[in-house]
Every structure is written in C-alpha cells, then in structure tokens.
C-alpha cells in the first residue's frame, strides 16, 4: 500500500468517527434548539469541528512535504481527489436544502442551520478528499491510468 | 509483455535480465514508489514520458526497448 493510501485510510477512519462523534453529541443533547442555548455544546461541537481538517492535515501533510514517498501516480490521484469532493459537497448542499425546504416550507428557517451546514460542509469536505485518494487508488488499479 | 491498451512493457523481463533487480531498487532508481512499479508492471498504470525515461536509462536502453505503442 502506497504511504499516501495509507494516510487516507487513516483519515477516512478518523474524519468517520470525528462525524459520528458530533451526531451524537446533538442526539445526547436534545435538539438543534439546544446547539442555540448552550455553550458547553457549541464548544464541544466547534473543537469536533476543528479537530477534523487538523486531524486530516496532522496526517497527510507529512507524506505530501516527503516527495520521496509521493510520486507522479500518487500526485495524479491526489489531482483527481477533488472531483469526489466536488461531488460530496454538492450532494450535501442539495440534501440540506430539500430538508430544511420540507422541514420549514415558508416558515423561515433558523440561523442556527447556517452554522450546522458550514460544519457539515467542512466534516464531509474532508472525509471525500480522503475518499477521492482512496477511490482513485481503487480506480487505478482496475482500469488503466490513460485518459 | 503486459498490455496497457495500444503500450505494453518489457519492465518485468529487463528487472530479470539486470541482475533480478528487485522492484524496490528499480522504484529508488527511477524516483518512484514501487507501488507505481507494480502498478506499470502490471498494465494498470502508463507513466509520464520522464519516467518512461528514467526507468529506460535505469536499464540503460532507448524507451522503445521497455514500451511499445502498438499500432
């Protein structure tokens, strides 16, 4: 296993748990009403929030500087992995959107939804890039590196 | 000879014509991981014109010898 498909195992793993970690956090809360009210629950949830791009880049960053470990193949995944992103961030926004639109309908939606999608953009932002790495080592070793 | 659409290389005979070299002193070599050796070896990855280079110059042939464009 390449030393940058590896990291992006570890990522992946971490930036899952770090999601799960902050759903559960809301669901032993009570609701989002609560994320408004209390502060010892915004905090958790902004250091869970925080904690996933620096965790992400704790890891990856290493193996990006050492270009011994990262050839022009690893390069050429790391290019593609943004398309996975692109993808997962759309798919997210249309998500939030349809809820909140079936949720609310005209009734306005609170502020509080701005911060929770940008904490969702972010969390999923970071687990599709380590998904973008892994699924073009996937992709490479089942079809040709040609375009 | 491993086939990769219309290039296939001669990688893996050359590794045992030089001496068996292994795939790790071939990727140290040439400046790449040896899972891009693997990965070339084995049909599934076909390298940037520089490393098709370097890994020529590594078996001290022309890159015709180790890939071939099939017409």
């Not at chain 1, 593609?80 to 798919?91: E, H, K, S």
């Not at chain 1, 306005?108 to 911060?115: F, S």
């Not at chain 2, 599934?44 to 022309?62: E, I, W």
Request: charged share 20%; net charge positive.
């Amino acid at each position: 296993m390449a030393p940058l498909q590896k990291r992006a195992w570890y990522s992946l793993v971490i930036g899952i748990v770090f999601a799960i970690a902050l759903v559960a956090v809301f669901v032993a809360s009570g609701d989002v009403t609560t994320f408004d009210e209390n502060l010892g629950l915004r905090l958790a949830v902004y250091a869970l929030w925080v904690g996933t791009p620096l965790t992400y880049l704790i890891i990856m960053n290493p193996v990006i500087r050492k270009s011994k470990q990262v050839d022009e193949r690893d390069k050429l995944i790391l290019e593609r992995a943004p398309r996975v992103q692109y993808l997962a961030i759309l798919f997210s926004l249309v998500a939030w959107v349809i809820a909140l639109t079936e949720v609310f309908g005209d009734k306005g939606v609170p502020v509080i939804y701005l911060t929770l999608i940008l904490i969702s953009t972010l969390v999923i932002s970071t687990i599709a890039q380590s998904a973008g790495i892994l699924i073009g080592y996937w992709r490479m070793g089942h079809v040709n590196g040609q375009e | 000879m491993v086939r990769n659409n219309r290039i296939t290389n001669n990688i893996r005979r050359l590794r045992f014509e030089n001496g068996e070299m292994s795939q790790q002193e071939l990727a140290n070599r040439a400046e790449c991981t040896r899972q891009t050796i693997i990965a070339i070896e084995a049909g599934k990855y076909v390298p940037s014109l520089s490393l098709a280079f370097k890994l020529s110059r590594v078996f001290g042939t022309n890159v015709e010898d180790v890939f071939k464009y099939d017409e």
